[in-house]
């Protein structure tokens, strides 16, 4: 089976000590905003507007960037994470996964009122403060209850 693999980029949004996640209803897991890069987008762009439209909080990214410029170079903001997810897996075999630029962002307000057609509503959005992500692990995945502490930290 060959597998497909699509470069996504995702940003862990905080706000005064708390990140937040939603239950993918395709997926069927909690998840932080993010979604599939377009051709014309770096990753940092589209985390920001991936978040954008899913929530309607405009992040401002916690990310280094270096000072490499040249005229034909140049540094943008650098993932936090850089993560290889197994999206669909059936019988063994990966058939499809994402290559993830996982972002941190601080946010002014808790207040979710997606930009974007077609998102989930604002209600099954939910704040997660470190206490909630410990207490809940059995119900979200490792990796976004470690990376969600981590965000938490760093923001």
């Known amino acids: 089976m060959e597998t497909t693999r699509h470069f996504v980029a995702t940003v862990y949004v905080v706000h005064e000590g ?11 897991m909690w998840l932080p905003p993010g979604g ?3 051709r014309d987008e770096l ?3 589209a ?3 991936e978040c954008y439209e899913e ?6 990214l916690v990310a280094p960037e270096g000072d490499v410029e040249s005229e034909a170079a140049r540094s943008i903001p650098q993932p936090q994470q850089f993560l290889l997810e197994d999206i669909n897996v059936h019988e063994g075999e990966v058939g499809h996964q ?3 630029f996982v ?3 601080r946010v002014d307000s808790r207040a979710v009122a997606p930009a974007g057609r077609d998102e989930a509503d604002p209600s099954v959005w939910e704040w997660f403060d470190a206490a909630d992500l410990r207490a809940r692990a059995d119900e979200l995945p490792d990796d976004v209850v470690e990376v969600g502490l981590d965000a938490i930290e760093t923001v």
């Open 36 to 38: 599939h890069i377009d």
């Open 103 to 105: 972002f941190y962002g």
């Open 47 to 49: 985390a920001v507007r």
């Open 98 to 100: 994402h290559v993830d």
């Open 18 to 28: 708390a990140t937040l996640l939603h239950e993918h209803d395709r997926l069927g």
């Open 55 to 60: 929530t309607g909080l405009d992040a401002s």
């Open 43 to 45: 990753p940092h762009e």
